[in-house]
């Protein structure tokens, strides 16, 4: 069982938490083991939007599995130092430290600054209190108009509504890509965007699109990312001719079937590595024969919004329409 802790303060935003609570509560009702806990420094917080929320007083026993989330408030409501107390900042680095995932959404990045966990990493919050995040934690690395940012088990959001994209981006690194896409139907959303989007935008990662076919080859490639996937058996699934697909796909998600396959195996690397996992083995558990592809296509990822390999924009090597997705 995971545990995720959500530590609420006075003024939080109710959409900060409700978003990504929905998420693993979701995740909950569909399978998988997760058990939420709200606590606070008082049993009744007030939010910002007026409803009082009722927190538990103790900290649950947490272990590497479990997740530490800190919702964000309004920041006028508060002095510079913040909501948070001295023990739970504490809380904070300590489970950090202990190789669990700590995760802040808008305001709440304040917290984890506090707590010395954004400290040489990159980070980001809503764009209103960008600039202010970066005055106060000069030696963060503060990301500019992204949705959220993960570096080594700290992971931050811009907040409101992106509070779901970057719950849905855990429950994806921790169970795979078909799970969040799942959840994501099931609360009527489109599936998760990339952290990378600009905050202002509206368009929704690799599925924002009406191709049924293309849907439905993403949803064999989600199931079996980590597996070879020839493009014979991905048109089959879309009832299309295999260069129709390589088209449509292009079309649809600006990426060939091979290119989406390899960002959602990236993705789950990334998970394992920061909990522990070697490249290595991270490599061969997503699917990839060594770890020289998976270094290659995570050196793209930190040093820009460079395109996957497999992209349908020229110059960058995407393979022939007979290569198969693996």
Not at 152 to 165: H, K, P
Not at 191 to 203: D, L, P, T, V
Not at 291 to 303: D, F, N
């Amino acid at each position: 069982m995971a545990r995720v802790v959500f530590l609420l303060v006075p003024q939080v935003h109710l959409l900060d938490l409700a978003g990504p609570a929905q998420v693993f509560s979701t995740a909950a009702d569909l399978g998988h083991d997760y058990r939420l806990h709200y606590v606070a420094d008082r049993e009744v917080v007030p939010t910002v939007q007026g409803v009082p929320l009722v927190a538990g007083l103790e900290w649950p026993e947490l272990t590497r599995d479990d997740l530490v989330v800190v919702p964000g408030w309004r920041p006028r409501a508060h002095g510079p130092q913040g909501p948070v107390g001295p023990d739970d900042l504490r809380r904070l680095a300590d489970h950090h430290a202990a190789g669990g995932t700590v995760a802040s959404v808008c305001a709440g990045a304040y917290a984890l600054g506090r707590a010395g966990l954004l400290d040489g990493r990159r980070c980001t919050t809503h764009h209103e209190v960008q600039d202010e995040l970066a005055r106060r934690f000069p030696a963060a690395r503060v990301v500019r108009d992204v949705l959220y940012v993960v570096d080594d088990r700290v992971v931050t959001s811009a907040g409101i509504a992106s509070g779901i994209d970057v719950a849905l981006h855990l429950v994806a690194t921790r169970h795979g890509p078909a799970a969040a896409a799942r959840i994501a139907r099931t609360l009527v959303v489109h599936s998760r965007r990339n952290g990378h989007e600009q905050q202002a935008s509206a368009m929704m990662r690799h599925r924002s699109h009406p191709s049924d076919a293309v849907h439905r080859v993403q949803d064999l490639i989600d199931h079996h990312f980590a597996e070879p996937l020839p493009l014979a058996d991905l048109a089959a699934a879309g009832g299309v001719a295999e260069r129709t697909l390589t088209r449509l796909f292009r079309q649809a998600t600006g990426l060939t079937p091979l290119g989406y396959q390899q960002t959602l195996r990236v993705e789950r690397a990334e998970h394992l590595i920061g909990h522990g996992a070697t490249v290595e083995a991270a490599a061969r558990t997503v699917g990839f024969t060594d770890a020289r592809m998976l270094r290659r296509l995570r050196a793209r990822a930190i040093h820009g919004r460079s395109v996957p390999a497999g992209s349908s924009r020229p110059g960058n090597g995407t393979p022939p329409a007979a290569t198969p997705a693996g």
